[in-house]
Each structure stands twice: as structure tokens, then as C-alpha cells.
């Protein structure tokens, strides 16, 4: 999966606080995760979250 920063993907699993879409902010061997509903950031290991993420959200898809 081709993740770059500042991208917002959508996650398999909804958040607690209702959402599903996460901005992209640190790409390594970890990857950053904001939460676009609530603000909570977390680190995931990459093999974790690129099996977490449903699909990269499109320019369109992230104004809706």
C-alpha cells in the first residue's frame, strides 16, 4: 500500500468517538494516525496499519 503524509485513509473499524477517517502523520517503519472526529493521535507498526485501513480517501471523498 502506497501511504504518503497528509493522506486521509478509512479505517476498517470505527473510532469510539463515531469516525472512521484518519489523516496520515508520520509514514516510516510506524505509521501516525490522526483522528479527523476527535483529534486522538496513535502510533501503529506499518504491517498493522496498512491491514486497518479500508481504502485512501480520494480529494472528493475528503470534502464530504
Same mark, same amino acid.
Given at each position: 500500500?502506497?501511504? %504518503?503524509?497528509h493522506? /486521509?485513509?478509512e479505517?476498517?473499524?470505527? %473510532?469510539p468517538c #463515531?469516525s472512521? =477517517?484518519?489523516?496520515?502523520? &508520520? ?11 476527535? #483529534? /486522538?493521535?496513535?502510533?501503529?507498526? &506499518? $504491517? &498493522?496499519?496498512? *491491514? $486497518?485501513? &479500508?481504502?485512501?480517501?480520494?480529494e472528493?471523498? *475528503?470534502? =464530504?
Amino acid at each position: 500500500m502506497d501511504l %504518503h503524509l497528509h493522506d /486521509h485513509v478509512e479505517l476498517k473499524k470505527q %473510532h469510539p468517538c #463515531g469516525s472512521k =477517517r484518519w489523516e496520515i502523520l &508520520r509514514v516510516g517503519m510506524d505509521i501516525k494516525l490522526k483522528c479527523l472526529g476527535c #483529534g /486522538h493521535e496513535l502510533m501503529l507498526p &506499518r $504491517s &498493522r496499519a496498512e *491491514k $486497518s485501513i &479500508r481504502k485512501i480517501l480520494t480529494e472528493e471523498e *475528503k470534502n =464530504r
